[in-house]
């Protein structure tokens, strides 16, 4: 059994998708899988008194000019060219989230994040429209109809909840978070760290 990572996950955060391009490298250099949890930002935020940088930094002078700096660098350095800051942003992302809890109970997980990953931070796409993102996932050879249905659905509203809630509980405050076994790192700037943890078992 290949060891595993939690990749507590939305597609509102920038640096979740810039963490979701580099998984597949680490998983091929480790053997190991990352196992996505979908988690809502916003209720992570509430539960835990946290702030986007854009409101809890918005004051410090040169703070938000150096992230994206170092948004600039790590662009660079991985050859993630195809990334562009959604100019809808901050996106709602409630519909898409439910989505992907609704795309994997159908097993289609990663088929979604993959299409809605691209949409919302390559192709500029407003993802909490809803005929946006029905447009989206039907182009991306997803049951937009059926997916969209799910959304309203009781199980799918409180896996989300339950997840969210599940996440804060194990020390989570913001997005990209990830875990391997109880050991937590929050960033895309950790991964380095993860791959190492991977790499010493």
């Known amino acids: 059994m290949g060891k595993s990572v939690d990749f507590i996950f939305d597609f509102g955060s920038p640096n979740g998708y810039l963490s979701h391009k580099l998984v597949p490298e680490i998983e091929a250099r480790t053997g190991a899988t990352f196992n996505y949890i979908p988690a809502l930002l916003g209720g992570i935020h509430k ?5 986007p940088p854009m409101i809890a930094f918005g004051g410090v002078k040169g703070k938000l000019e150096y992230e994206q700096m170092e948004t600039a660098r790590f662009v660079k350095k991985h050859k993630l060219e195809k990334y562009k800051f959604n100019p809808h942003f901050p996106v709602m992302t409630m519909l898409i989230m439910r989505g992907l809890i609704a795309a994997e109970l159908d097993g289609q997980k990663m088929p979604y994040i993959e299409v809605v990953a691209k949409a ?4 500029e796409q407003k993802m909490d429209d809803p005929e946006v993102v029905a447009q989206v996932l039907a182009a991306g050879g997803l049951d937009a109809e059926r997916l969209l249905a799910r959304t309203q659905e009781q199980d799918v509203k409180q896996k989300l909840i339950d ?3 599940g996440a804060v509980d ?5 997005i990209p978070f990830f875990f391997v076994g109880d050991e937590g790192f929050f960033g895309k700037d950790r991964l380095g760290q993860v791959e190492e943890m991977l790499m010493e078992g």
């Open 47 to 51: 539960i835990t008194g946290n702030q």
């Open 120 to 123: 919302m931070w390559e192709d």
């Open 163 to 165: 997840n969210t809630q």
């Open 170 to 174: 194990r020390g989570v405050f913001g």
